[in-house]
């Protein structure tokens, strides 16, 4: 048995310097969970590969992990909190910073109201332990309506379809890759993104999997991705008309009487009734608006259901355009009805050994709307399109403060320009980053936390994600001094601060400062699935994939406790995923709630969009993209991760760039509603004709960043052309992809 500090490396000549040491961590800079050996010196960061010893990642890690040295090494990092005084930046106390922001904040809420402050939350905090599980404290401290994250330029259409179909908002099935027949990806490209909503460490070699035990990967996306160049079959698809190649799957299932769901039936008793919302979308009616052929659309659906097991996956890109919570709820209909839902090979539920999920919030929904455009809120959260109308917008509850939490919204939500606009007349602003960005700039005072190898880690998201049971705790890999602070530190100092100058009680803070995120964690081990205070009987059931194939870790996932993680730093295996209904249904019945009155009714906006004779069909459209070696805005300041030719480029089809006269390397004018861009012209055959695509996350070129590499490579900032009133009207989910634009050759 070990601890996260083993394999003690002594130096050839005792004393000449301190001993090296290998750690045993998780690289937090996607979903993924890879877990890493990182070789240190003291404080010195020596090298960082993958754990082989890690049961679900076996050793593998993508080029980002070694971008978590550079995160602890960048110069350009701040370790204090910083004071806007003038145009200078002034290094102050932490007491002084959380005095000042509290008072500010309390000031501007007196004056103004509570809805006042507004809260923006980036992605960064759903890898954090300690935000996850203390920043709400601030949160709820603050009492304000006005909250807004990165959920809405990204994953809320999942969350609201979970939340309707089986009660909880994260309670969000996962492709069972590890032993499906049949793999159908719609807007998504893992090998990219390492998996997202399906916390998958090598993807590349479980997606091979599938085509050796004979099986098929299909791919769906308006670009050849990595993933579609490794499939068996990859489809262009006009961007935004995923939800008819849906409703023309769903009608292929009935015509073809293809349903395979007699067992789901009673949990979901009118299953079948789906038949009459789909009669209308034959093929052949949609074919030509998807630029997907009829008889292709039919032998999809005959495949997938001539599979011994199948699921079909739809991700970014079938979420962040006009349909994209219909189109994530027709995604579910279909495997279901196919039979493929908590099914072996099939969309499986998890069985996390840390499980939030039952003393979290289920979701609230419709209790309020957005102030001046009436978007709904959802979970307590606006969408991120109105925050900017929000800002501007005069009147009772407009927004006259932000505090920002590890986000950089000025980059990554649409309108920036409109949006940096309103950032420009508020009247106070607080950042949680430990950089400069093009967001923090405005701020009049950031606190920095530390970076991800600075601290403990449990993943309490992603483990809720992950393609197969598995637990892990990772220790800090290196110390930090005592002017250094932790996320939670900050969120739980503010947070009572601002109750105390409200008049409420603070007596309860000092058991949390005792706790601390690593006791909530014990707690939830101890009472979960595999704790031994759990309270239910979790005994195997006939329905328990056993067959051979169970943990690797023996029975060492029984007892589960903090302690026990922690002498496991590799992690411990908790075997595959099992087959869980009724109990992983949240309603208090057990039944699925398929909601055919909220989510049905999107067919008439279907029809409206798609089949009025006013489209154009011809207007050329804007997708984004990724790359594996960039996550979203965070890591542009990493040398080793922006080398190389420029990745920020306009792809096009050739046809297309002989449309317009452009030649590779010309620099193309990009004009939507909102705004326009100038971008380098990549011409490729990998994106269907009418398509152009830029990545998302880059723009670094506005003055007062402290980004010295990013600085280097600015890019171009997709979301200058992104329209902030075009949106999803089932979520207000932004509508990143399928975006119209006009181009120019400079």
Not at 43 to 66: Q, T, W, Y
Not at 74 to 95: A, M, N, T, Y
Not at 479 to 492: A, K, T
Request: with cysteine; net charge negative.
């Amino acid at each position: 048995m070990v601890n996260s500090e083993q394999n003690v490396v002594k130096s050839e000549q005792s004393g000449v310097s301190p001993e090296q040491k290998l750690h045993y961590s998780t690289c937090t800079l996607c979903e993924a969970m890879c877990g890493i050996e990182v070789a240190t010196q003291g404080n010195r960061i020596l090298s960082i590969k993958g754990d082989k010893n890690n049961p679900f990642s076996e050793g593998h890690v993508c080029p980002k992990a070694s971008a978590l040295k550079d995160l602890y090494d960048d110069p350009d990092r701040l370790k204090r909190p910083v004071k806007k005084v003038g145009d200078e930046w002034q290094e102050i106390p932490w007491s002084e910073a959380f005095d000042y922001v509290a008072e500010k904040l309390h000031h501007t809420q007196s004056i103004h109201g509570k809805d006042a402050v507004g809260v923006y939350l980036g992605n960064p905090n759903a890898h954090n332990m300690g935000a996850i599980l203390f920043g709400p404290y601030f949160y709820r401290a603050l009492e304000s309506h006005n909250r807004y994250s990165a959920t809405s330029v990204d994953q809320l259409p999942h969350h609201i379809v979970s939340r309707r179909l089986f009660g909880h908002m994260s309670q969000i099935p996962i492709p069972d890759i590890d032993h499906t027949q049949h793999f159908v990806i719609i807007g998504g490209n893992p090998l990219a993104s390492n998996g997202s909503i399906m916390t998958v460490p090598n993807v590349k070699k479980r997606l091979k999997g599938v085509q050796k035990r004979g099986g098929k990967v299909v791919v769906i996306d308006p670009k050849r991705t990595d993933t579609a160049d490794l499939s068996c079959e990859h489809y262009f698809i006009r961007p935004g008309s995923d939800v008819l190649l849906l409703l023309a799957m769903l009608h292929v299932v009935f015509e073809k009487q293809l349903h395979n769901a007699e067992a789901l039936l009673p949990y979901a008793e009118d299953l079948y009734d789906v038949k009459g919302y789909v009669k209308d979308f034959s093929p052949e009616t949609v074919s030509k608006l998807t630029g997907i052929e009829a008889s292709q659309i039919t032998q999809l659906v005959i495949d997938f259901c001539s599979a011994d097991s199948a699921v079909c996956y739809g991700r970014m890109g079938a979420s962040v355009q006009a349909f994209g919570t219909f189109t994530q709820y027709l995604i579910m209909l279909f495997n279901m009805l196919t039979g493929n839902l908590d099914r072996r090979g099939g969309m499986m539920f998890t069985q996390p050994a840390a499980n939030l999920l039952p003393v979290s919030s289920k979701g609230s929904m419709g209790g309020y709307r957005s102030r001046v455009r009436g978007l709904p809120a959802f979970a307590g959260e606006y969408p991120v399109a109105c925050l900017a109308e929000e800002i501007l917008t005069p009147g009772e509850g407009q927004i006259k403060a932000m505090v920002i939490g590890a986000g950089n919204p000025l980059v990554t939500t649409p309108n920036t320009e409109q949006l940096e606009r309103a950032f420009s007349q508020l009247d106070f602003v607080v950042s949680v980053d430990f950089y400069i960005t093009e967001t923090s700039r405005h701020a009049d005072i950031i606190l920095p936390p530390v970076t991800p190898l600075e601290r403990d880690h449990y993943d309490v998201v992603f483990h809720n994600f992950a393609v197969r049971n598995y637990a892990t705790y990772s220790e800090a890999v290196v110390n930090i001094d005592d002017n250094q602070l932790n996320d939670w530190q900050i969120y739980l100092s503010l947070a009572e601060r601002l109750d105390n100058l409200n008049g409420k009680r603070t007596a309860h803070y000092e058991a949390l400062w005792q706790k601390q995120p690593k006791g909530v964690i014990d707690d939830l081990l101890k009472s979960g699935q595999y704790g031994g205070h759990a309270s239910i009987n979790h005994s195997v059931s006939e329905n328990t994939i056993t067959d051979g194939e169970t943990s690797s870790n023996g029975n060492c996932g029984d007892n589960l406790s903090l302690d026990k993680l922690k002498a496991y730093p590799h992690g411990i295996d908790l075997g595959p995923l099992q087959p869980a209904l009724p109990d992983a249904v949240f309603h208090e019945d057990k039944k699925i709630k398929l909601d055919f009155d909220y989510f049905m009714p999107d067919i008439a906006r279907v029809k409206t969009h798609f089949f009025e004779p006013m489209r154009n069909q011809n207007q050329m459209v804007l997708i984004g993209r990724r790359h594996i070696k960039t996550n979203n805005s965070w890591l542009h300041n990493s040398p080793r991760m922006v080398k190389g030719n420029n990745r920020c480029t306009l792809q096009l089809h050739p046809a297309d760039a002989d449309n317009y006269a452009v030649n590779e390397g010309d620099m193309v004018k990009v004009t939507s509603r909102v705004g326009h861009v100038l971008v380098e012209a990549e011409i490729t055959d990998s994106i269907m004709p009418g398509v152009v695509s830029i990545p998302h996350g880059w723009g670094h070129n506005k003055k007062g960043i402290k980004l010295g590499v990013a600085s280097q490579y600015p890019g171009v900032n997709t979301n200058i052309l992104t329209d902030e009133m075009q949106v999803d009207t089932l979520s207000g989910n932004s509508v990143l992809n399928g975006v119209p634009v006009s181009l120019e050759r400079v």
